[in-house]
């Protein structure tokens, strides 16, 4: 299965600041996927990014909000834009390996005080 | 680490039982599933996936039953140990326009010995 790592593994950002969060995955994939998980929360879908094309945001996220990157077919990030408390949370990237289903990265803590 | 679940409903069971964890999912065109475990300070991880076309599906120590008239899907563990203790989600595979995966609820599973 593919390996993700995801930078950084945790953080502490003042309110009003921006977060930008990088994934990187050891094989190339096609689509890679943006989760924010809310503490002591599921998963939630915050945007599908395919390398070439526009993110493709779900309902109740915004791209000024969390702007995303594909550059090529390893990589992408993800930034936090004017970050609120509201904010905290874990935040993952996902990446689909044919059979083998979707694969997390370990996730990025991040706390806004 | 931060802790996973706090206000997710909680299964406790006792070491050597087995546990019955449910899920029910949202989209009746949804054709794949996947149970995940998460532990406190990890990313989700894959425990067993079944396709739409299947009922049930066993792996070692788990299996997956799938009800599509229900729109059920459950997750059973034989002889439960402590390191079982984690949160679990189902996610289900929406086709849509491309793949996406979208999260169930989930449920903590709490093993005493």
């Known amino acids: 299965s593919a390996v993700i790592s995801q930078k950084p593994s945790r953080d502490i950002c003042q309110r009003g600041t921006s977060l930008t969060i990088q994934c990187q995955v050891d094989?190339?994939?096609?689509?890679m996927f943006w989760y924010r998980q809310q503490p002591g929360q599921s998963l939630t879908l915050i945007a599908t990014?395919?390398?070439?094309?526009?993110?493709?945001?779900e309902s109740g996220f915004v791209i000024d909000k969390f702007p995303i990157s594909r550059p090529n077919l390893t990589f992408s990030t993800l930034t936090v834009s004017n970050m609120s408390p509201e904010d905290s949370s874990i935040y993952l990237c996902?990446?689909?390996?044919?059979?083998?289903?979707?694969?997390f990265g370990s996730g990025t803590r991040l706390t806004v005080v | 680490g931060e802790s996973v679940g706090l206000h997710l409903p909680t299964l406790s069971v006792q070491e050597g039982d087995n546990s019955i964890i449910n899920c029910a999912y949202s989209?009746?065109?949804?054709?794949?599933f996947i149970w995940y475990k998460q532990e406190s300070g990890k990313g989700p991880q894959f425990i067993i996936d079944i396709r739409s076309n299947m009922d049930k599906r066993q792996g070692q120590r788990v299996t997956v039953l799938l009800n599509k008239t229900v729109k059920h899907l459950s997750l059973q563990i034989a002889a439960t140990q402590p390191g079982d203790s984690a949160v679990y989600f189902c996610?289900?595979?929406?086709?849509?326009?491309?793949?996406?995966?979208?999260f169930g609820a989930g449920t903590r599973l709490a093993v005493h010995p």
């Open positions: 094989s190339q994939v096609t689509m």
């Open positions: 996902s990446v689909e390996v044919g059979r083998e289903g979707y694969t």
């Open positions: 990014a395919n390398q070439g094309s526009e993110a493709t945001y």
């Open positions: 989209n009746s065109a949804s054709d794949y």
């Open positions: 996610a289900e595979n929406n086709p849509g326009g491309y793949n996406k995966l979208i």
